[in-house]
C-alpha cells in the first residue's frame, strides 16, 4: 500500500506543478476519507506542501523546495 500512495502523492506533486493551485481546488480533487489512501495528509507529513495566500486567490498550496526535490529525485528514478 506504502507503493500506491507514494505514487499518488507524486501525482498530486505533479498535479500542482511549478506554480500555486487554489487551495479549494486542491481539497476537491485530492482529499479523501479512505484511511487507505491518505494521500493529502502525507503529503503534508512529509514537508511536501505549503498554504499560503494570494491577493486576489485566497488561500493557495504550492509544492514545498523540498517536495520539489522529492519530485526530481521520483522523476529520475523512472524508466525511459
Not at 499518488?8 to 500555486?20: A, F, K
Not at 494521500?39 to 506542501?49: P, Q
Not at 523546495?65 to 519530485?71: A, E, F, H, I, S
Amino acid at each position: 500500500m506504502a507503493d500506491t500512495v507514494d505514487e499518488l502523492v507524486l501525482d498530486l506533486l505533479e498535479w500542482i506543478g511549478p506554480t500555486s493551485r487554489p487551495y479549494t481546488e486542491v481539497m476537491e480533487a485530492w482529499r479523501t476519507s479512505c484511511p487507505r489512501l491518505p494521500v493529502w495528509e502525507d503529503a503534508n507529513e512529509r514537508g511536501f506542501l505549503e498554504r499560503g495566500y494570494e491577493p486576489g486567490r485566497g488561500a493557495v498550496v504550492v509544492v514545498s523546495t523540498c517536495g520539489r526535490r522529492y519530485l526530481d529525485e521520483r522523476r529520475a528514478q523512472r524508466p525511459s
